[in-house]
Every structure is written in structure tokens, then in C-alpha cells.
């Protein structure tokens, strides 16, 4: 009797065993899943690059990776390792401006700031001309239009021409509304905005310029 009995205690505690270990498995395998999803998203991020470019890498096809990145699969040591390497040279955990070798492109990129705000500006002075260009001529348009328009509505209210006069005059300003109509107040509107942007911009680029 006492035989039986350590014998269901053995096989219980062995299905215990068994249990756990399955649970940790998966533990492990959940974990190790998330971390390689998070490394390749780390590394998509930070490297500017998709899951073909890891997959040539480091050796693999683009379907393993592709399913590293879904979740669905986990990478071999064989195939982390140069991912990890990536992720310690990235150093994270330090802040950019006192990243060494991103400071060094920084500064050259300081040395030719003059010049390139002094190329930006001008492209700039040049777009500003031609919005304030197309405004004032939008502007004239709309008002050499909007006299003609305004003449015809005259004439029609004082009622002293012919049925012939009156007909011209109100196809006319039919004619005249329908042109209006092509080239809206908002078209003028949003030209006046952009001209006021562009001034603003150029102010702050100005300012921006190195003494």
C-alpha cells in the first residue's frame, strides 16, 4: 500500500515537474519572441531600415524576419548576434549631442550653415516674389472685374437702356460672375496668407544666420 502511494506521489510531482518546465518553455520562448521584436523595431528605428535589409545582414530570407517582427518566430543566436552588436553601438542610453562621432558630422554641418541658410534664403526671397507677384495680379483681376461687374448691376438698376442694351449688359455680367467664380476671394486669401508665412519665415532664417 505504502508502495502505491509513493509511487502516485512520484508520478504526480513528476507531472508537476513536467508542467512547470513546459511553462517556463514558454516563458523563455514568449520572452525571447518580445526582445527579438523589440530589437528589430529598435533597429528599423534608429538605422532607417526594413526587415529585407536585416535579412541580408545577417544571412537570413526576408520571411524569417518578416516573422521575427510579427512575432510568430525568434532568431538563433547565429543570427542575433550582429543584430546586438548594432543595438550596443547605438548606445541609447546617452544623450546625442554627446554621441562623438555625431557631434563630429554636426560641426561640419556648422561649418557650412552660412552658406546653406544663404542658399535657403534666397530660394525663399525668390518664392515670396512670385506669390507676391500672383497675388497682385490675382488682386488686379479681380477688381478690373469686379468694376465691370458693379458697372453692369448700375446700369441695369437705372433701367435706361434698350431690351438689346440690357440683354448685352446682363450677359455680360453673367459672363463677369462666371469669371469671378474661376478666381475666387479664397484664392486671394490664401495667396495673402502664404505671402504673410513666407515674410515670417524669412525673418526667423535671417535671424538664424550666423554672425
Not at 2 to 20: G, S
Not at 74 to 97: F, G, M, N
Request: proline residues 3%; charged residues 25%.
Amino acid at each position: 500500500m505504502l508502495y502505491k502511494t509513493q509511487k502516485a506521489f512520484v508520478q504526480r510531482k513528476n507531472i508537476f515537474v513536467k508542467t512547470l518546465y513546459k511553462l517556463v518553455q514558454h516563458t523563455v520562448e514568449k520572452n525571447k519572441i518580445l526582445y527579438n521584436m523589440s530589437l528589430l523595431e529598435t533597429l528599423k528605428h534608429y538605422f532607417d531600415i526594413s526587415n529585407t535589409s536585416i535579412a541580408h545582414l545577417i544571412g537570413a530570407s526576408s520571411s524569417l524576419v518578416h516573422s521575427v517582427s510579427s512575432g510568430r518566430r525568434s532568431l538563433s543566436l547565429y543570427h542575433i548576434q550582429p543584430l546586438v552588436l548594432l543595438q550596443e553601438a547605438l548606445e541609447v542610453d546617452t544623450p546625442c549631442e554627446a554621441l562623438p562621432y555625431a557631434g563630429r558630422f554636426v560641426a561640419h554641418e556648422q561649418q557650412k550653415l552660412p552658406v546653406a541658410l544663404a542658399q535657403s534664403i534666397k530660394k525663399m526671397e525668390n518664392k515670396l516674389l512670385r506669390r507676391q507677384d500672383a497675388l497682385a495680379q490675382l488682386k488686379a483681376y479681380r477688381q478690373r472685374l469686379l468694376r465691370g461687374l458693379n458697372a453692369c448691376d448700375s446700369l441695369l438698376e437705372k433701367k435706361e437702356l434698350t431690351d438689346h442694351q440690357a440683354k448685352w449688359v446682363r450677359l455680360r455680367k453673367r459672363h463677369l460672375t462666371g469669371k469671378l467664380k474661376e478666381s475666387p476671394l479664397a484664392w486671394e486669401v490664401m495667396l495673402q496668407t502664404q505671402v504673410k508665412g513666407l515674410e515670417a519665415q524669412l525673418t526667423r532664417l535671417r535671424e538664424a544666420m550666423p554672425t
